[in-house]
């Protein structure tokens, strides 16, 4: 059964960090693309960052660019979302979706783009 969860979500003051963690099961995540999705209340889900099947080029919204990182622990079969320097603006559902198909991820901004999601993790950024 093809299954991604997602972990780490917490409640954070802005300046802080938090990790969060993709775990895959039943299928390998170093063959698909990866992209971290966030909702916030009363908004559209939007991609947030990505990382490319088998070269792991990753790639980042303009919004997150600096502030997060994207990575892949292949023996874990886990993704990573590094957050770092978290602001009120990121508060959300976290979300991990799994796409087969490769190539750049400019080609994945879009939510119908991928085929595997997780439940989500929230995050709240507040004082």
């Known amino acids: 059964q093809v299954q991604l969860v997602e972990s780490g979500g917490d409640l954070v003051q802005p300046g802080g960090s938090l990790r969060l963690s993709c775990a895959a099961s039943?299928?390998?995540?170093?063959?698909?693309?990866i992209g971290w999705f966030r909702q916030a209340p009363g908004k559209e889900r939007e991609r947030v960052s990505c990382?490319?099947?088998?070269?792991?080029?990753?790639y980042y919204e303009d919004s997150v660019n600096g502030r997060f990182t994207i990575s892949r622990d292949n023996a874990k079969n886990t993704v990573y979302l590094q957050m770092n320097s978290l602001k009120p603006e990121d508060t959300g559902v976290y979300y991990c979706a799994a796409e087969p198909r490769g190539g750049h991820c400019i080609l994945f901004a879009a939510r119908r783009s991928y085929t595997y999601w997780g439940q989500g993790t929230q995050v709240t950024v507040s004082s």
């Open positions: 039943g299928f390998n995540l170093d063959y698909y693309t």
């Open positions: 990382i490319t099947k088998n070269d792991g080029t990753t």
